[in-house]
Nanobody, 123 residues
Framework: QVQLVESGGGLVQAGGSLRLSCAASGRTFSSYNMGWFRQAPGKEREFVATISWGAGSTIYADSVKGRFTISRDNAKSTVYLQMNSLKPADTAVYYC????????????????WGQGTQVTVSS
C-alpha cells in the first residue's frame, strides 16, 4: 500500500502563492501517476492537476491553468503543486492521490489518497 501525506497549506492573501507537497511511502513512487484534487465547503470534489509516471505529461483544470504547476521529484518520492495568483475561489481542502493505471482527471482512477491540507485565500 502507498501512504500519502500532504503539507504546505495555510492562509494566504489573494494574489499570493503557496506550494503544496505530497510525500509518498510504501511503494515505488516513480511508477505511479500522481494527481491533485480539491474540495470546497458544500461542493463536490474537483480535479486540479495530474502528472504521469513516465514522460511527466501534465493535465490541468481550466480553472487553474496558467496559475498552478504540478511537478514531481522521484528521488524524494514527492509531488508538488505550486499555486500562484491565488483567488478566494481556490479555498478548499487539497488532496494528493496516486494511480497505478492512468494520469487522468477522473477521481475513480486513483487508488490512494492523502488526508488533505487546507488552503484558505482571503479577499
Amino acid at each position: 500500500q502507498v501512504q500519502l501525506v500532504e503539507s504546505g497549506g495555510g492562509l494566504v492573501q489573494a494574489g499570493g502563492s503557496l506550494r503544496l507537497s505530497c510525500a509518498a511511502s510504501g511503494r515505488t513512487f516513480s511508477s505511479y501517476n500522481m494527481g491533485w484534487f480539491r474540495q470546497a465547503p458544500g461542493k463536490e470534489r474537483e480535479f486540479v492537476a495530474t502528472i504521469s509516471w513516465g514522460a511527466g505529461s501534465t493535465i490541468y483544470a481550466d480553472s487553474v491553468k496558467g496559475r498552478f504547476t504540478i511537478s514531481r521529484d522521484n528521488a524524494k518520492s514527492t509531488v508538488y503543486l505550486q499555486m500562484n495568483s491565488l483567488k478566494p475561489a481556490d479555498t478548499a481542502v487539497y488532496y494528493c492521490a496516486a494511480s497505478q493505471t492512468s494520469w487522468t482527471r477522473r477521481d475513480y482512477d486513483y487508488d490512494y489518497w492523502g488526508q488533505g491540507t487546507q488552503v484558505t485565500v482571503s479577499s
